[in-house]
């Protein structure tokens, strides 16, 4: 017969061991504070809520309904920070998320490894196009400011972008996230909003892990990566090969950071905390350098067949990732004056005092995406991605030994 009196006592002694208030069980646990009140007053939780309350006290729920810790148990693995009853609960409310409607996922959660049928009768020589992918720096802010969701929207369309400027449509996403502690509705988020951007950039999550590792990473710290596969014919790969002089070069607006230059932004908010709260272009600073990594895939879908090279412009800004596709022999003449520069670089900039070499090489500076293509097809080009982003020309290729030869400059103001 279980001692609600002894139950609630060991409850209340491991929660003073583990350095939280009954507030603090209350909000880790999402539910009221009178509930977690009423257990240690010997009112016990229901199954579900016991399996959370063990993993959150780093216990076993067996301890729990005994009110003790069990006896000659000197090593195990919860006492080494992982639960496996709370995990495999946790995966298992994490499994409605993995249902798709895709026909080509084989097999849903519970398998070894994932099952795609690559059969693709339309796509003559198929070529997989492989990728991984991290949301760098950018996820530590994202966990301290609520963006736990929008970080993984950043994540996969960093992503797909990064393979959809080789001409591929984008298959399949496997993730990872790596932490000290699962907590269960954190993780959750975490799926949620990774499932929600891979149904946007029309792929599917098939599968991933949940490496809980409280011996490397510290509790409450998350570590998101993922992977895509992508497919397309060998002859529709874009690579910049195709790139030939008097090609007119054109540049995507992004709507900020999207997801680079966030360690030398966290060196600002460090030794300037009070910019956070600043005002630029009607929001705060937080907002506008949380803003979610812009998606390119669906305006890339729409121009494949007219365009020779196209750079998605990330770490190393617009001549590290430009420079990438332009043939030997040919240089990309950028006249920095059509940069249409946003607001949050203008901010930073001033505030940090940067130079202009600096902040061309670490943020895209308002150009998120590059596209080279032909001179009587630039237009037709523009009018098609400006249904998504604005677009608009601001070079040309000529003969030279730069890859990149950068004329004028930005305008910041």
Same mark, same amino acid.
């Given at each position: ?81 992982? #639960? ?220 494949? #067949? ?108």
């Amino acid at each position: 017969m279980l001692d609600n009196k002894k139950i609630a006592d060991f409850m209340v002694r491991k929660r003073k061991e583990a350095g939280m208030t009954q507030a603090e069980v209350a909000e880790r646990l999402q539910v009221s504070f009178q509930a977690v009140s009423k257990w240690e007053r010997g009112t016990l939780p229901n199954v579900e809520m016991l399996v959370e309350l063990a993993g959150l006290l780093h216990v076993t729920v067996d301890e729990i309904l005994v009110g003790c810790e069990k006896s000659g148990e000197n090593f195990s693995y919860r006492k080494a920070g992982v #639960d496996i009853s709370y995990t495999d609960a946790m995966k298992k409310e994490m499994a409605v998320y993995l249902k798709t409607e895709d026909e080509r996922v084989l097999n849903g959660f519970g398998p070894f490894a994932s099952l795609y049928d690559i059969r693709f009768p339309d796509i003559v020589d198929p070529v997989l196009v492989l990728k991984a992918e991290e949301p760098g720096s950018k996820q530590k802010l994202a966990m301290e400011y609520g963006y736990c969701e929008s970080i993984c929207h950043d994540m996969i369309n960093h992503l797909v972008n990064d393979i959809a400027v080789m001409g591929a449509r984008p298959l399949a996403v496997l993730d990872t996230i790596v932490c000290g502690n699962a907590e269960k509705e954190t993780v959750k988020s975490f799926v949620r909003g990774i499932v929600e951007a891979c149904k946007e950039n029309e792929c599917a999550l098939v599968g991933g892990e949940t490496s809980i590792q409280p011996q490397v990473v510290e509790k409450g710290v998350y570590i998101l990566t993922s992977s895509i596969a992508g497919i397309l014919s060998r002859k529709a790969i874009i690579d910049g090969s195709a790139i030939k002089e008097g090609d007119t070069v054109l540049a995507v607006a992004s709507n900020g950071l999207h997801t680079n230059g966030y360690s030398l932004v966290r060196m600002l908010m460090d030794k300037m905390p009070q910019i956070k709260l600043d005002k630029v272009d009607g929001e705060t600073f937080i907002e506008q350098i949380m803003k979610v990594h812009t998606p390119y895939y669906k305006a890339i879908r729409t121009i494949k #067949d007219r365009v020779h090279g196209m750079a998605h412009i990330t770490g190393g800004g617009i001549e590290g990732n430009l420079s990438r596709i332009i043939p030997e022999g040919l240089c990309a003449e950028i006249d920095l004056s059509k940069i249409r520069t946003l607001p949050i670089f203008d901010y930073i900039k001033r505030i940090g005092s940067i130079e202009e070499e600096e902040m061309l090489s670490t943020f895209n500076c308002g150009a998120g995406l590059m596209i080279v293509t032909g001179r009587e097809d630039a237009a037709d080009v523009i009018n098609k991605v400006k249904r998504y982003y604005d677009c608009y020309e601001v070079g040309t290729v000529m003969p030279g030994s730069r890859k990149i030869l950068f004329q004028e400059h930005l305008h910041f103001g």
